[in-house]
């Protein structure tokens, strides 16, 4: 089911860093723009709208929970590194972005195939005769924030009604309908 739309989108809160790095055992490295920064290091993936963190399902503790949320990072759960990732950059200028803890790679859903708007957490060893381009992320520029885009789908990342309220849930919509 997709996300509840508001009417009309509600205004910007201020801004939140959408991609917060962590060295592994630091939670102190701030991040000024995509590339280099990022590469090797944990990041926390934050709506600028409702301020919440991108969270493997189960807290990336249960290999068979495939799901992904937005939750507050106070939130912290059965464990604070569920919503750390790692972004791993790919040949053709896009990323893997893995969970610390689950080890399991953000997926588009149906591998970015038709008009599938789930995000999933998968491992990459469970391609099969699907796209691999399911698992790659861009990571564009949009003012003082970053976009998420699936390579194979071309569809960005998008929390639940466009992060206004408490609604959990993640998806992938078009660019124009976001």
Do not use: C
Request: glycine share 14%.
């Amino acid at each position: 089911m997709p996300p509840t739309r508001p009417d009309p989108l509600p205004p910007s809160t201020p801004p939140h860093p959408p991609l917060t790095p962590h060295t592994a055992g630091s939670l102190d490295t701030g991040l000024s723009h995509p590339g280099s920064l990022y590469q090797d290091r944990y990041v926390h993936i934050v709506n600028k709208v409702s301020g919440y963190g991108l969270l493997a399902g189960s807290y990336g503790t249960n290999p068979g929970d495939r799901n992904v949320w937005q939750y507050p990072l106070s939130e912290v759960g059965a464990n604070v590194h569920g919503f750390e990732w790692i972004l791993f950059p790919t040949s053709d200028g896009s990323y893997l972005i893995v969970n610390r803890v689950s080890g399991l790679s953000l997926l588009a859903g149906s591998y970015g195939a038709g008009n599938d708007r789930h995000v999933w957490q998968y491992s990459v060893t469970e391609l099969g005769s699907n796209n691999p381009d399911g698992f790659k992320w861009g990571i564009e520029q949009d003012g003082n924030a970053y976009r998420i885009v699936n390579r194979a789908s071309g569809f960005a990342l998008l929390p639940g009604s466009y992060g206004a309220g408490n609604d959990r849930a993640m998806w992938q919509y078009p660019l124009g309908e976001s």
